[in-house]
């Protein structure tokens, strides 16, 4: 029987690993520190390393239906344990039991999704001189490096297609969240294969060491721009693959034709969840000068029935910032749009309390320039942008290094896809935000990444192609 408040251990080849040293893991609703997870040293992580390359040549030949259903199995495995998991991640990440849920079931949805993919074979020639087809093999050990927004969702993109190509993992949360991660890789042991899946967690330094460690063949990073730049600068000393999943700054344009009241509440939402700590939330909002007031207010008056407060309690809607130094660069942000004279319509006073609560802040229309439209906040500040013309409003949305997703919002479905199909992102939604499928990918363009997850593309990013031909006669 699993306990899910105590006794964090590493799993390395199937085993329970206690760690070299260990730290602390805080409460950020308390700020308290609650339990301590293992600091993996570097003679641990080559453990981890090496339990992955001895079990790669097995799992490379297990056929591939078989990795199908042991993939598909770990979707029960969190099902069966979703009370001990979510609380646990409540705990660790601060988000509320709701989230904590849907981020749990998320990642067991994933898994069962991701393993319906097939990987293609591809006849590239079938003439009397030759036969030849492409195929995708496995890589080897994937490295993969998850932040702590959704540890478990966004762990399981990696996991689930490395598994199902034939790789094995090793896996490392941030050092954040790295709790519930941990009892992921307990209660998976003696699910898969020993040494398929391993999961480490540790300091600052653990990342860069497997970004640099000779025995790990891909990384798979999800995290920050400006960290996704030094995984790939590390990377490409041995040349290691690389899939960057890295931050946003989604822009929402808002049409003069919309149902303020009925859109009101999915914008308020598609900018706030989990915090505004989602890579995909709305972090800009272009909204028409003709529907600007009666949008803002209400804005306003939905976000006034919006309880925020420690995940683990009845009705709360919304956690803290998950930790010090992403509250302190909400805090900047703030600070900084003050100091300027923007006017802030709602929020912007940050009490001097236990936890990292940010309260909900709308800027009202800072300058285009300003660091709150250009920076990507990961906190609950949304700068609201009145614009006059469509053209220019693209621009503005397009004119960002990052390009992650964006949405259009308009009555006028077919003139929103116009307007959709101009804006430089991975991924484009209309009257909505945030969908996302294991069968369609999911990726940024410029700065917000490189390569895809989900779908036959993401599933490819954990292979090499391999051209065979065959001679004939
Ligand atoms: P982060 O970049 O600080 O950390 C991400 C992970 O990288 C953590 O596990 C961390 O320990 C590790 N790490 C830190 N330095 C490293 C290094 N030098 N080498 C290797 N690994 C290192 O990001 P974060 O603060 O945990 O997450 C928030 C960011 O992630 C935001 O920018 C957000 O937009 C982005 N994000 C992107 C996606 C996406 O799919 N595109 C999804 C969620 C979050």
Same mark, same amino acid.
């Given at each position: 029987?699993?306990?899910?408040?105590?006794?964090?251990?590493?799993?390395?080849?199937?085993?329970?690993?206690?760690?070299?040293?260990?730290?602390?893991?805080?409460?950020?609703?308390?700020?308290?520190?609650?339990?301590?997870?293992?600091?993996?040293?570097?003679?641990?992580?080559?453990?981890?390393?090496?339990?992955?390359?001895?079990?790669?040549?097995?799992?490379?030949?297990?056929?591939?239906?078989?990795?199908?259903?042991?993939?598909?199995?770990?979707?029960?495995?969190?099902?069966?344990?979703?009370?001990?998991?979510?609380?646990?991640?409540?705990?660790?990440?601060?988000?509320?039991?709701?989230?904590?849920?849907?981020?749990?079931?998320?990642?067991?949805?994933?898994?069962?999704?991701?393993?319906?993919?097939?990987?293609?074979?591809?006849?590239?020639?079938?003439?009397?001189?030759?036969?030849?087809?492409?195929?995708?093999?496995?890589?080897?050990?994937?490295?993969?490096?998850?932040?702590?927004?959704?540890?478990?969702?966004?762990?399981?993109?990696?996991?689930?297609?490395?598994?199902?190509?034939?790789?094995?993992?090793?896996?490392?949360?941030?050092?954040?969240?790295? #709790?519930?991660?941990?009892?992921?890789?307990?209660?998976?042991?003696?699910?898969?294969?020993?040494?398929?899946?391993?999961?480490?967690?540790?300091?600052?330094?653990?990342?860069?060491?497997?970004?640099?460690?000779?025995?790990?063949?891909?990384?798979?990073?999800?995290?920050?721009?400006?960290?996704?730049?030094?995984?790939?600068?590390?990377?490409?000393?041995?040349?290691?693959?690389?899939?960057?999943?890295?931050?946003?700054?989604?822009?929402?344009?808002?049409?003069?034709?919309?149902?303020?009241?009925?859109?009101?509440?999915?914008?308020?939402?598609?900018?706030?969840?989990?915090?505004?700590? =989602?890579?995909?939330?709305?972090?800009?909002?272009?909204?028409?000068?003709?529907?600007?007031?009666?949008?803002?207010?209400?804005?306003?008056?939905?976000?006034?029935?919006?309880?925020?407060?420690?995940?683990?309690?009845?009705?709360?809607?919304?956690?803290?910032?998950?930790?010090?130094?992403?509250?302190?660069?909400?805090?900047?942000?703030?600070?900084?749009?003050?100091?300027?004279?923007?006017?802030?319509?709602?929020?912007?006073?940050?009490?001097?309390?236990?936890?990292?609560?940010?309260?909900?802040?709308?800027?009202?229309?800072?300058?285009?320039?300003?660091? =709150?439209?250009?920076?990507?906040?990961?906190?609950?500040?949304?700068?609201?942008?009145?614009?006059?013309? =469509?053209?220019?409003?693209?621009?503005?949305?397009?004119?960002?290094?990052?390009?992650?997703?964006?949405?259009?919002?308009?009555?006028?479905?077919?003139?929103?896809?116009? =307007?959709?199909?101009?804006?430089?992102?991975?991924?484009?939604?209309?009257?909505?935000?945030?969908?996302?499928?294991?069968?369609?990918?999911?990726?940024?363009?410029?700065?917000?990444?490189?390569?895809?997850?989900?779908? #036959?593309?993401?599933?490819?990013?954990?292979?090499?192609?391999?051209?065979?031909?065959?001679?004939?006669?």
């Amino acid at each position: 029987m699993t306990t899910f408040d105590s006794d964090f251990t590493m799993t390395i080849g199937g085993k329970a690993v206690a760690g070299a040293a260990s730290f602390p893991v805080l409460n950020p609703a308390t700020e308290q520190a609650f339990a301590q997870a293992p600091d993996c040293s570097p003679e641990q992580l080559d453990q981890a390393v090496a339990a992955a390359r001895a079990a790669f040549p097995a799992w490379a030949v297990t056929p591939y239906a078989d990795r199908q259903k042991l993939v598909a199995s770990i979707a029960g495995v969190l099902a069966a344990n979703l009370d001990g998991l979510h609380r646990l991640l409540t705990r660790e990440q601060g988000k509320t039991h709701v989230n904590a849920q849907g981020d749990v079931m998320g990642g067991a949805h994933w898994c069962q999704q991701a393993a319906t993919l097939e990987l293609p074979v591809t006849v590239v020639e079938d003439t009397p001189e030759r036969y030849g087809e492409t195929r995708h093999v496995p890589i080897g050990v994937v490295g993969a490096i998850a932040p702590w927004n959704f540890p478990v969702i966004l762990a399981f993109f990696k996991v689930a297609p490395a598994l199902l190509a034939g790789n094995t993992v090793v896996l490392k949360p941030s050092p954040f969240t790295p #709790l519930t991660t941990l009892k992921i890789g307990e209660i998976l042991r003696g699910v898969l294969p020993d040494g398929v899946l391993n999961v480490v967690t540790g300091g600052d330094m653990l990342g860069p060491w497997m970004t640099s460690h000779p025995g790990i063949d891909k990384i798979s990073f999800t995290g920050s721009t400006q960290t996704g730049r030094k995984v790939m600068a590390s990377a490409a000393a041995s040349l290691k693959r690389v899939t960057l999943e890295l931050g946003g700054n989604d822009a929402a344009i808002v049409l003069p034709d919309v149902d303020v009241a009925d859109v009101a509440e999915k914008l308020f939402w598609a900018a706030f969840g989990n915090t505004g700590q =989602i890579c995909i939330a709305t972090k800009r909002m272009y909204v028409h000068k003709d529907i600007y007031e009666p949008l803002k207010a209400a804005l306003v008056d939905y976000a006034k029935t919006v309880k925020i407060g420690d995940g683990a309690e009845q009705g709360t809607q919304l956690g803290p910032i998950q930790n010090r130094p992403q509250y302190e660069r909400v805090l900047d942000l703030i600070a900084d749009a003050k100091a300027k004279g923007y006017d802030f319509i709602l929020g912007g006073d940050v009490a001097d309390a236990p936890g990292y609560f940010v309260p909900i802040s709308i800027i009202d229309n800072p300058p285009e320039g300003s660091r =709150i439209v250009q920076e990507e906040q990961f906190g609950p500040v949304l700068p609201l942008l009145k614009f006059d013309n =469509i053209e220019d409003a693209i621009s503005r949305a397009n004119a960002s290094e990052y390009g992650l997703g964006a949405s259009v919002w308009s009555a006028d479905t077919a003139k929103a896809l116009e =307007i959709g199909s101009r804006l430089q992102t991975g991924t484009v939604w209309i009257n909505e935000t945030q969908h996302l499928s294991p069968l369609a990918a999911f990726g940024g363009h410029k700065q917000s990444g490189l390569g895809s997850e989900g779908a #036959l593309e993401g599933l490819l990013e954990y292979t090499n192609a391999q051209t065979t031909f065959v001679k004939r006669g």
